[in-house]
Structures are given as structure tokens and as C-alpha cells.
């Protein structure tokens, strides 16, 4: 009689994968009130300076709906670049989630998905890991989001709060479409993905944390924040931000 000889068990990552969308020109985000001297590719060189090679791979994703390809900074060379032609921002993320899912990566690889205008502190690939130490998480965002602390619908908001060796951290009903996950988290909420970004310009990202989190999703923040979204109001608080630019 034979057997289908069992196939071994690949090990565990013992990286994450990044993936930073970036485009020609951005129809949602040109009015936000930017730091003096915001650019993305500050944000950019911030990125390459903060995150530890050794513990995190680098892909770049580009539409190049809007404008030619050698308007934007992006050297062509440097890290794996891949080129799409979406024009919206929902759009190119449903192309990411296709390029992702379709790598075969380990269930357990944590994947963060990175816009192009946020900031990071040093050390925070680390502080990333940690957050998925916590027990039961399933999403993490290194952004403390300063809108939850004034807006008045989180004027009752009540957070769970969690301790790791770097920091704090609060349970949070949503985030932006910079978050990290497991692939394995990512698989089982595909369809919930896709629907809050498919027949839309721009992703409906806080609809879909909050359904996320009807579901039983665990999504975590840091407080205070490693990283940022540059934008003057709703910058991560306690961090001299400005200071990258």
C-alpha cells in the first residue's frame, strides 16, 4: 500500500512583510493640512531609516494611473517595485490584497500595510512584533489616532488595555488602511476586505475596522503612538512629529 509522503510543516516567518502603496497624485488627501516641509518621499526616507532590514522585507506598490512613471521619486531599483494603474485609492488597495494573497506566504507572516504619508519612530518593527504577542489579537496599528480622544462619538468610548516590554497598548474600533495582520487573519476576513473597497473610490476603512470588530476582531494601538499619520489634527499625540520634516 502506498502513502503520499507527508510534506514538513515550513517554519515559522521570522519576518514581516511590508507593502507601501504610493501613487502619481492623490485626489483624497491634496486638501489635508500637511506638517511645514511634509513630502512623501520624507516619509519615504523615514521609512528606510526605521525599519530594521533584518527583521522586515520591503515591497513597494505604484499606480501610475495619473502621471508617468519617472514623475514619481521611487528609485526603480533599489527594492522589489511593483507598478499598477488604478487611479483611486480603493482600487489600488484591492490590487495589493491581490498581490499579497496570491504570494503563497506562510499563514503566520505578519503582513503591514503601509500608506504613503505616515511617519515612524525608531524601533518600531519591534513594538509591531509585540503587538502580536498580546493574546487573541488580530489587528495592530502603531498609529494612536488623535480623533478618539476629542471626536464627540468617542466621548464613551471604553478600551481594553494590554502591557508589553516596550509599551502600553488600548483596544481600538478602528484604524486606516496602514495595519498589520497575519495572513492567516487576512484569509479568513477577505470578503469583509474586499467589500468595504470594491465599487468605491476611496476605501470606507473606518465602516470596515468597526464591522471587523462586530465579528470579535481584536484591533490594538500603542499609546502613545510609533507611528503617524501626517496629518496636523490627527497626529499621533506626545511626539514632535515635525521634527522628520
Given at each position: 500500500?502506498?502513502?503520499?509522503?507527508?510534506?514538513?510543516?515550513?517554519?515559522?516567518?521570522?519576518?514581516?512583510?511590508?507593502?507601501?502603496?504610493?501613487?502619481?497624485?492623490?485626489?483624497?488627501?491634496?486638501?489635508?493640512?500637511?506638517?511645514?516641509?511634509?513630502?512623501?518621499?520624507?516619509?519615504?526616507?523615514?521609512?528606510?531609516?526605521?525599519?530594521?532590514?533584518?527583521?522586515?522585507?520591503?515591497?513597494?506598490?505604484?499606480?501610475?494611473?495619473?502621471?508617468?512613471?519617472?514623475?514619481?521619486?521611487?528609485?526603480?531599483?533599489?527594492?522589489?517595485?511593483?507598478?499598477?494603474?488604478?487611479?483611486?485609492?480603493?482600487?489600488?488597495?484591492?490590487?495589493?490584497?491581490?498581490?499579497?494573497?496570491?504570494?503563497?506566504?506562510?499563514?503566520?507572516?505578519?503582513?503591514?500595510?503601509?500608506?504613503?504619508?505616515?511617519?515612524?519612530?525608531?524601533?518600531?518593527?519591534?513594538?509591531?512584533?509585540?503587538?502580536?504577542q498580546i493574546p487573541s489579537v488580530d489587528y495592530v496599528t502603531l498609529y494612536?489616532?488623535?480623533?478618539?480622544?476629542?471626536?464627540?462619538?468617542?466621548?464613551?468610548?471604553?478600551?481594553r488595555l494590554f502591557l508589553t516590554p516596550s509599551t502600553h497598548w488600548r483596544?481600538?474600533?478602528?484604524?486606516?488602511?496602514?495595519?498589520?495582520?497575519?495572513?492567516?487573519?487576512?484569509?479568513?476576513?477577505?470578503?469583509?476586505?474586499?467589500?468595504?473597497?470594491?465599487?468605491?473610490?476611496?476605501?470606507?476603512?473606518?465602516?470596515?475596522?468597526?464591522?471587523?470588530?462586530?465579528?470579535?476582531?481584536?484591533?490594538?494601538?500603542?499609546?502613545?503612538?510609533?507611528?503617524?499619520?501626517?496629518?496636523?489634527?490627527?497626529?499621533?499625540?506626545?511626539?514632535?512629529?515635525?521634527?522628520?520634516?
Amino acid at each position: 500500500m502506498w502513502f503520499k509522503k507527508k510534506q514538513p510543516l515550513l517554519p515559522p516567518p521570522t519576518k514581516i512583510e511590508v507593502f507601501v502603496r504610493h501613487c502619481i497624485f492623490s485626489d483624497i488627501s491634496w486638501h489635508k493640512e500637511r506638517p511645514p516641509g511634509f513630502s512623501r518621499e520624507k516619509c519615504h526616507a523615514n521609512l528606510l531609516q526605521t525599519a530594521d532590514p533584518t527583521l522586515a522585507n520591503l515591497t513597494w506598490l505604484l499606480d501610475i494611473a495619473k502621471g508617468p512613471r519617472s514623475t514619481h521619486f521611487l528609485p526603480p531599483h533599489l527594492f522589489p517595485l511593483i507598478e499598477i494603474s488604478e487611479g483611486t485609492e480603493a482600487g489600488s488597495f484591492l490590487r495589493l490584497l491581490d498581490h499579497v494573497l496570491g504570494l503563497s506566504l506562510h499563514p503566520e507572516t505578519i503582513v503591514y500595510f503601509v500608506e504613503d504619508d505616515y511617519l515612524h519612530r525608531g524601533g518600531w518593527v519591534d513594538v509591531l512584533l509585540e503587538g502580536f504577542q498580546i493574546p487573541s489579537v488580530d489587528y495592530v496599528t502603531l498609529y494612536d489616532h488623535r480623533d478618539k480622544y476629542f471626536l464627540p462619538m468617542y466621548h464613551t468610548l471604553q478600551s481594553r488595555l494590554f502591557l508589553t516590554p516596550s509599551t502600553h497598548w488600548r483596544s481600538t474600533p478602528s484604524t486606516t488602511h496602514t495595519f498589520a495582520t497575519k495572513v492567516k487573519t487576512l484569509l479568513r476576513d477577505e470578503k469583509i476586505h474586499r467589500k468595504y473597497s470594491t465599487g468605491r473610490k476611496i476605501s470606507a476603512d473606518h465602516d470596515k475596522f468597526c464591522a471587523l470588530g462586530k465579528k470579535g476582531r481584536l484591533l490594538v494601538s500603542p499609546i502613545p503612538g510609533w507611528s503617524t499619520h501626517a496629518e496636523v489634527a490627527y497626529a499621533s499625540p506626545f511626539q514632535e512629529w515635525k521634527v522628520f520634516f
